[in-house]
């Protein structure tokens, strides 16, 4: 059996090694259109690599996966993450939880993964064709695939083929997949910050705010988390999350719709005019800017303060029914522009790709093109940060090559 696999990421190395471990025989050839390999993995995590997560915090999967978790349900049960953590750890690769359930290489490196993906997919005789940039692949009269390059390179004729060639923000890039008959969700990019034009916010760059609540005004995209406040904008895990949420809504809209932040987390006005009510009884004599609720920090509360109109010389007592109500709403639902992408590049991964459509749940073969299986980002699956999106690449990877090697017994 040849086996033609087109992407040298994470997807289309674990896969290579999957099927080189099942079926020895199998003649496994990776094609890259660049001149290195696994080159999101080198720079994945910050250079760390957070290749998985310990899933502990996982309440529901479609909180993580926003696209396609029903489907990883099914195929995090043939190859999950802690299959994941022990294939790692027994290839040579100590691994570590950190608190926040990330998992990353003891090393803190990502060249361990790296090297031990290479090392193994060598060992196997997994080959690797770099400067191979596919063009098409088309169904022979014989019913093999050949893949076909750009440039000099000639064709490669191959009994299964396999498509890891990760996102892309840019659709023609799948052209060749649509004139297969793939149906196609139209790319567009997740993980990334929001731009905000507020001189007072951005002035208060580097506060850090934990367990806040933000969302799209009028939608039900919501994510809690930390957040950061930069100079152009807001960042940080529940911003990083939400533009996950609402990735395609933020595509149609341009990048630009109004972000409601609720700086006391996930309580509601009502249960904040209660607290509110509670400290102007509770500190009646002190003044508003020497009480903050919530831990919020002194830098934050007073511009709080200064959003409310309130001076924070006031006392507690002075407030009144209708500056407490306003403080609440504040507090709650403080309203900023998000008036684009942050350009810092910073995670960013694609959303849409090949519709799951279009492949078999089963073993992710295509349902148009026999023999022709998919993996990874190229998929319409796509995760919050946190080794998410790894571990759909290994897991999805497995999968696929269960399916590749079904016959090769
Ligand atoms: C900066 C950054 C940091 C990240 N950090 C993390 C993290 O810490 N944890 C996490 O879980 N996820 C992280 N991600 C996301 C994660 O890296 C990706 O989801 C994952 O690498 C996808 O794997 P893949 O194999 O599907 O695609 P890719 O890794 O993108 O690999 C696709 C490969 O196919 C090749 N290719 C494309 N088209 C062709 C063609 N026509 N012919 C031949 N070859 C082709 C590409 O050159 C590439 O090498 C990060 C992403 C970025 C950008």
């Known amino acids: 059996?040849?086996?033609?696999?087109?992407?040298?990421?994470?997807?289309?190395?674990?896969?290579?090694?999957?099927v080189k471990t099942r079926?020895?025989?199998?003649?496994?050839?990776?094609?890259?259109?660049?001149?290195?390999?696994?080159?999101?993995?080198?720079?994945?995590?910050?250079?760390?690599?957070?290749?998985?997560?310990?899933?502990?915090?996982?309440?529901?999967?479609?909180?993580?996966?926003?696209?396609?978790?029903?489907?990883?349900?099914?195929?995090?049960?043939?190859?999950?993450?802690?299959?994941?953590?022990?294939?790692f750890e027994s290839h040579g690769v100590a691994l570590v939880t950190q608190e926040d359930q990330c998992v990353f290489p003891k090393v803190q490196d990502s060249a361990a993964v790296i090297n031990c993906l290479t090392d193994h997919a060598r060992r196997l005789g997994v080959k690797v064709c770099l400067k191979h940039a596919v063009q098409c692949v088309v169904r022979t009269e014989t019913d093999?695939?050949?893949?076909?390059?750009?440039?000099?390179?000639?064709?490669?004729?191959?009994?299964?083929?396999?498509?890891?060639?990760?996102?892309?923000?840019?659709?023609e890039a799948h052209?060749?997949?649509?004139?297969?008959?793939?149906?196609?969700?139209?790319?567009?990019?997740?993980?990334?910050?929001?731009?905000?034009?507020?001189?007072?916010?951005?002035?208060?760059?580097?506060?850090v705010v934990d367990a806040v609540q933000v969302g799209i005004a009028g939608t039900k995209f919501r994510a809690e988390g930390t957040l950061l406040i930069t100079h152009w904008g807001v960042s940080g895990p529940a911003v990083l999350r939400l533009s996950s949420y609402a990735a395609r809504h933020l595509s149609d809209q341009g990048f630009r719709a109004p972000l409601v932040v609720s700086w006391a987390g996930d309580r509601t006005t009502e249960?904040?005019?209660?607290?509110?009510?509670?400290?102007?009884?509770?500190?009646?004599r002190k003044q508003l800017g020497s009480i903050r609720p919530y831990g919020l920090q002194a830098r934050l509360w007073q511009y709080l303060l200064q959003r409310a109109e309130l001076p924070d010389t006031r006392t507690w007592a002075e407030l009144g029914k209708k500056a407490l109500n306003k403080l609440a709403t504040i507090l709650t639902a403080d309203t900023y522009e998000i008036e684009g992408k942050g350009t810092w590049k910073e995670e960013f991964v694609t959303c849409g790709g090949v519709s799951l459509k279009s492949v078999s749940t089963k073993t992710l073969e295509s349902k148009c093109c026999?023999?022709?299986?998919?993996?990874?980002e190229v998929?319409?699956?796509d995760a919050v940060t946190g080794g998410f999106n790894l571990q759909a690449a290994w897991t999805m990877a497995y999968v696929a090559a269960q399916g590749i090697c079904r016959d090769c017994e």
């Open 271 to 284: 249960e904040v005019v209660e607290t509110l009510q509670y400290l102007s009884v509770e500190h009646a």
């Open 1 to 18: 059996m040849k086996v033609g696999i087109i992407g040298a990421g994470a997807a289309g190395f674990f896969m290579a090694i999957q």
């Open 175 to 207: 052209d060749w997949l649509s004139a297969l008959g793939h149906r196609m969700e139209s790319p567009c990019p997740s993980l990334y910050t929001f731009a905000i034009k507020h001189s007072a916010l951005n002035n208060l760059m580097g506060i």
């Open 379 to 381: 998929l319409d699956v």
């Open 23 to 87: 079926c020895p025989k199998a003649e496994v050839t990776i094609y890259e259109k660049s001149s290195s390999v696994l080159a999101k993995v080198r720079v994945s995590g910050g250079g760390r690599c957070n290749l998985t997560n310990s899933f502990a915090e996982v309440v529901d999967l479609s909180h993580v996966y926003p696209r396609g978790h029903r489907q990883m349900k099914r195929w995090l049960s043939e190859f999950s993450h802690t299959d994941a953590f022990d294939w």
């Open 144 to 171: 093999q695939l050949q893949i076909q390059f750009q440039g000099q390179q000639p064709a490669a004729l191959c009994d299964k083929v396999a498509v890891t060639i990760g996102g892309t923000p840019r659709s």
């Open 370 to 376: 026999p023999g022709l299986y998919f993996a990874g």
